[in-house]
């Protein structure tokens, strides 16, 4: 769809090529008709002139006296006149030649006439009666060079109202630019509250908007305590359930179901499949309804030695490595998410790993890049998309329930990432995050807070 600034200039463009064109034709007609009005005068004035000249000091006709000036006797000059006496032969000026002026009635011709050498007329006719002598005189003006300037002049009108019109959308566009520019701050603004860095727009807009940003900030207080009553919610729904699921855990132990050990795999399995959807399901209302004022940052300098440290007391045989290859030392993105994330690859790669686990984090291409290399089995190719998607367990020896990479990709696909399995150089499964880096709010720097401690896989 066309913007609105352009439709405007748009608009306005043709509104002044209109008003401009009216303007040209309009103007140039009335000067046209008030130019021929006084012409007509000079005509009329020229007449009663040569009717004057034609009578002797007795009132006598005598024609040789009729004014034979210039303009009057060069062949085809443009002033021109005839003149009969008393209904005689007609007298034409030397300027006419042979050519015959028609005769227009009285007054002002109404519109021009066609003349000599393809000239237009503008003729005057009338009748005196002077010392008992009739007259018929007819008067007439080359108009050709007026009609030549007048079509100059509307040109000219029209270029310059073209000019005017196309500096008028230049200056529109620049006050319509000004006007818009607080628009284009509430759109950045918003841009930080979809991004999650605020939940108020706080930009000062004209008067005319100033009603829309007052009932969107009413309604984000609104959804912001929606949210927060959600996730409260959900919390402690989670909570409820994990002391019947741990009760139900602690019954399937018992000796008794030894004996039915199809009913108790049976059990175990429904189990494992309920941990799975409460453990997702909290996870996805913690993204969705979490705190979005990123007030902390993944520091991974910091960070992640406790992370390391701790997978190491857990898994003693298995050498954990990491190494940081030009990544900032502050990282936009929340700290427990990125936590969260690397400690569920690392727990799940040490689960499998033979003796090493190696995670590299580095940035290409406006990406952070983080990968996790193992040396055990690795998984199929078929089975890769399944144990993403759907947090399958395809050895059920392992402890677990099966959701580590299944929670990755929710946390992943949150932030606009991508994730990808592959085989690993040192033999077994390589897990390969990238995650596009958001656009920081250019004010108000957030700091993470000191004696934040790295969470726990």
């Not at 012409?39 to 009663?48: C, F, Q, S, V, W």
């Not at 620049?174 to 520019?181: E, T």
């Not at 950045?188 to 829309?212: C, F, W, Y």
């Not at 759907?390 to 932030?415: C, N, P, S, W």
Request: aromatic residues 6%; hydrophobic residues 40%.
């Amino acid at each position: 769809m066309i913007s609105l600034t352009r439709r405007l200039a748009l608009g306005l463009l043709l509104a002044g090529l209109a008003v401009m064109f009216l303007l040209a034709h309009g103007s140039v007609l009335l000067f046209d008709h008030a130019f021929r009005d006084y012409l007509g005068e000079r005509l009329r004035e020229d007449a009663e002139g040569i009717v004057a000249e034609a009578l002797d000091e007795q009132d006598r006709v005598d024609l040789d006296r009729l004014p034979f000036r210039e303009s009057y006797s060069r062949v085809y000059a443009g002033s021109y006149f005839s003149l009969r006496v008393d209904g005689g032969e007609e007298i034409r000026s030397r300027s006419l030649w042979d050519h015959r002026l028609p005769n227009v009635g009285e007054g002002l011709s109404e519109r021009l006439l066609p003349g000599p050498e393809g000239q237009a007329l503008l003729v005057w006719s009338g009748a005196y009666s002077r010392a008992g002598h009739e007259f018929e005189i007819t008067t007439a003006l080359d108009y050709t060079p007026v009609t030549q300037r007048l079509n100059w002049l509307r040109l000219s009108i029209w270029l310059l109202g073209g000019l005017l019109a196309v500096l008028l959308v230049v200056i529109q566009q620049h006050v319509i630019r000004l006007g818009m520019r607080p628009l284009g701050r509430l759109r950045s603004e918003l841009a930080l509250i979809n991004d999650g860095h605020r939940m108020k727009i706080e930009t000062q807009v004209p008067e005319e908007i100033e009603p829309v940003v007052v009932e969107l900030n009413h309604q984000l207080e609104r959804i912001e305590k929606v949210l927060n009553r959600s996730r409260d919610g959900i919390s402690n729904l989670g909570h409820a359930l994990k002391t019947p699921l741990a009760v139900m855990e602690t019954l399937l132990a018992r000796r008794e179901l030894n004996q039915h050990p199809e009913l108790r795999d049976g059990l175990r399995n429904r189990l494992d499949d309920i941990h799975r959807l409460v453990e997702r399901e909290l996870q996805r209302a913690r993204l969705d309804t979490r705190d979005n004022s990123h007030t902390t940052r993944f520091h991974p300098d910091t960070e992640l030695p406790p992370l390391i440290d701790t997978l190491g007391e857990i898994y003693h045989h298995i050498h954990f490595d990491y190494r940081i290859d030009g990544v900032p030392n502050a990282l936009p993105w929340d700290g427990e998410d990125m936590l969260e994330v690397l400690g569920n690859l690392l727990d799940n790669a040490g689960k499998w790993a033979k003796s090493e686990v190696r995670l590299t984090l580095s940035v290409a291409c406006g990406q952070l890049i983080m990968e996790v290399d193992d040396d055990g089995p690795g998984i199929s190719p078929e089975y890769r998309d399944e144990v993403i998607h759907r947090g399958t367990r395809l050895d059920e020896k392992v402890a677990g329930h099966g959701l580590g990479l299944g929670i990755v990709e929710q946390v992943v696909a949150y932030h606009g990432g991508e994730m990808a399995l592959a085989d690993s150089p040192l033999g077994g499964l390589k897990v390969r995050i990238q995650l596009p880096m958001p656009v920081e709010e250019p004010e108000r720097q957030p700091r993470r807070r000191r004696g934040q401690k790295a969470s726990k896989p």
